[in-house]
């Protein structure tokens, strides 16, 4: 011995140790909690909701914005998917010649009043060619309250990215304008399954 004490740390010192080691768990809770709401797939969970009538959903590795593609309004005025800016968009690419369009159709009408009064726009867009632009118009006349909305130069299709592989295919857009999910082919869009997917992003916003 030299004749000095030995120094051992206070009852403080401990408490300030503890108190350290308490405040690097919370910022790392934090940080976790951070990170997963700047992850779409995370903050989302979209792919749980790929089953029954959705099993075929794909969601997007990256944010997809729409495209900035011309399509053509009930009136036939030009517009693009950026007006619907603030809604949750269900972008149904369709076409007469397309028997799974067809079928389809009544559950996307049955999808449009399900939410009606809520911000959720089903949008059902005709790639029929221009001489067959009356038939589709009639065909969703049938279908309220569907409207009329036209791609005749079918560009909408191939301006997604990917590009459509086949009609029909269903494109789903949060209120931001940015793609959270799609389904190629047919589907029931009145059921429950795609329900409960619309109700999931439209929660999100």
């Not at 809520?118 to 409207?147: C, K, N, T, W, Y």
Request: proline share 10%; net charge negative.
């Amino acid at each position: 011995m030299n004749g000095q004490s030995e120094t051992r740390p206070g009852p403080s010192l401990f408490r300030w140790a503890l108190w350290g080691v308490a405040a690097f768990g919370v910022a790392a809770v934090v940080y976790i909690i951070v990170q997963a709401s700047t992850n779409p797939d995370a903050n989302r969970g979209l792919r749980a909701f790929a089953k029954g009538e959705m099993a075929a959903l794909q969601t997007p590795a990256e944010p997809r914005p729409a495209p900035v593609t011309t399509i053509y309004d009930p009136e036939g005025q030009p517009l693009r998917l950026s007006a619907f800016r603030g809604e949750v968009v269900v972008l149904n690419l369709w076409a007469t010649w397309c028997p799974p369009c067809v079928a389809e159709m009544p559950t996307l009408a049955a999808l449009a009043a399900h939410y009606e009064g809520q911000p959720v726009r089903v949008l059902a867009v005709s790639i029929d060619r221009p001489d067959d632009v009356d038939r589709a118009r009639a065909f969703i006349g049938q279908h309220a309250p569907l409207e009329f909305y036209s791609d005749p130069n079918m560009k909408l299709a191939f301006d997604l990215v990917p590009p459509a592989p086949g009609m029909p295919t269903t494109v789903i857009y949060g209120a931001d304008g940015v793609e959270r999910a799609r389904l190629s082919g047919g589907a029931d869009w009145g059921g429950d399954d795609a329900k409960a997917l619309v109700d999931h992003v439209l929660a999100a916003e």
